[in-house]
């Protein structure tokens, strides 16, 4: 058995990607469990030992391995499409639509994969993978903010992502027309938040500083010079 110090990254990366390639019909059916791990193991003919050291968390790390290639998936779609004649809000739509169609056939098995993430000891998997994917969509959209927008775009995004997830696993439609047209309806919400916090900010801007006025009440104008 290998040692865990020698197992390189791309080793690594390959043993996960050959295990995924095996398991992804096999959730579909049995879920991501144990027993569905060890099938894919010997299905994909890699060493167990091997097996056990890039995924030593069995299945769950081979969710996690899905939702990074799901996530690469939207980088390469977005690279191949012309979004600088797109605005804002269809760029998003663009890389939303990109990681949902990457799911492709294998539909149920993201449905398992969702019911396994809601186990206890995956309890912080689900928003860190959500948390993955905005930021991603963000940053292949060519997003560049450093302020306090770097967290709330992701944070809304990530509950625009995981609503629509569950609307697109749920519509028996090949087409998605409800999927497309509820996330649609979310991101005119956030579009329509974002517009409305920004003529609030232009009120405001003359306003005078609340925080300060109300630190003077509670503590007094300070020292005189």
């Known amino acids: 058995m290998m040692e865990a110090e020698t197992l390189p990254r791309s080793v690594k990366d390959s043993t996960r990607d050959a295990l995924l390639e095996s398991i992804l019909p096999l959730a579909a059916f049995d879920g991501w469990t144990n027993d569905s ?7 994909s003919g890699i060493d167990r030992g091997q097996a056990l050291l890039a995924c030593p968390r069995g299945a769950l790390d081979l969710i996690v391995r899905w939702s990074r290639q799901l996530d690469l998936a939207i980088v ?96 028996a439609d090949l087409e998605k027309t409800e999927a497309q047209a509820f996330l649609d309806r979310r991101i005119q919400n956030v579009m329509d938040f974002e517009k409305t916090k920004a003529n609030i900010a232009k009120l405001t801007a003359d306003l005078p500083d609340l925080a300060g006025l109300l630190g003077k009440l509670r503590h007094g104008p300070g020292p005189r010079v």
Not at 37 to 43: E, G, I, K, R, S
Not at 94 to 108: S, T
């Open 37 to 43: 791990f060890d099938q894919a193991v010997t299905d």
């Open 76 to 171: 390469a779609a977005v690279r191949e499409a012309d979004i600088k004649a797109m605005k804002i809000r269809e760029r998003v739509r663009f890389g939303v639509m990109a990681r949902l169609e990457a799911i492709g056939p294998h539909e149920e098995a993201a449905r398992r994969a969702r019911s396994r993430l809601m186990l206890p000891d995956a309890a912080s998997e689900a928003p860190q993978l959500l948390w993955a994917t905005a930021d991603t969509i963000w940053r292949a959209i060519g997003d560049t903010s450093t302020d306090v927008n770097f967290y709330s775009k992701r944070t809304i995004l990530a509950g625009v992502y995981g609503s629509t997830l569950s609307s697109w696993l749920n519509e």
